[in-house]
């Protein structure tokens, strides 16, 4: 019975190691690349691990200066430097001599062009060796030999413009004509010299002012009401590009008419406001995905509203900007078809409080009342620190007046 005892001391004490060692760490490379593993020593220069499953405990070194985090099995997390950016590569760059590249510009002066690869190495190359560069947003740029007259060109071409808006004629108003109804004999009662005058008095139903080439000034009322819409929204960094898996969000919130006249509009505005991002490392493996969303209280001010002027259908453009404060904000990243998790990181490098830009708008009201409108957000104001990346994003709305 003794022995048997001891059998089963030694049965258990063994299936406890084998359970200890199938569980591993997980090592994050700067790539931001997991690797399985059973940490054995962290030095000041390197790492020692070995696979799990491996018998032999055969040690493996990874450099320090390689590693991001260490998240144990226990759960804790240790922190070794900073990710690397998640590098997308969508330029062309294009050469005289026939070949091409997949690269990211960096930067382009009159004597090279300077740009990185999915690798992040930096590379230049001598602006006459580039026959042209076709940039993700579609926009291309050909550095072929061009005539020296072509800003004189542009200069005469802008001159042409010039001329043709001066001698274009001034749209001038119709004025209503009054109707008068053909003559009828005058009443026996009445003096013919009376006659005029009576019958414009039956036809406006009033006297004519003295001035009465002039139309009476129409009056338009200012507006309270409820702006509520969809967002799509990115961030940028050197350049602004159509992002190709945007951020889909929501902001809501009141109106204010400032101001108000047939062609004319101003608009104060308090909106409950979502931004962030959303982005696809597809050049590593496995492939990463990861999502930010920032929640603002913001203010918008519309100090330029066009209109058309119609009394149905007014379309208008209107620009302005607008000033935010950060409410709060949350970061998660995934491996694949994984399932989001969260990105400390990240969510300690967005630490800037207030977020402030640009905005233009199109927008369609009826008569006076705001109903449908289109925007365009560009941020001027960093959200991480330590790192050139801002708020960008379009948006559609529907204008609710009280």
Known sequence: MRNLYLAILLLFT????????????????????????????????????????????KKIKIARGEVWKVVYVNGETEIFNLPGPLKTVNDKLFLKNGESFQVSIQEVTAEVVRFSLATNEQKQLPLTQVEKIVYVNGIEHSYAQEPEATPVQAETKAAAAAVSEKQEPALVTPQKPVAVPTAQPAPTSEPAAARPNEIIIKIQHEPAPENSGKEPRQEHKGYVGIRVGGSMTSFYTGKVAWPKKPFYNWEAGLGFSLASTKHYNARLELVYANKGSRETSSDQQPEITSRTKITYGQANLLPLILKAGGSKLNPAIGVGGYYAYRIKHVSEFKEADGEYEADDLTQDLIDHKFDYGALVMLAFYSGDRPLLEFRYEHGLAEVMKGLKVKNNGLSVSLFLKF
């Open 14 to 57: 063994s299936l406890f190691c084998v359970a200890q060692t199938s569980q591993s760490d997980t090592i994050y490379r700067v790539d931001r690349s997991k690797i399985a593993a059973v940490i054995d020593e962290v030095s000041t220069e390197e790492l020692l691990y070995f696979l799990p499953g491996d018998k032999d405990q």
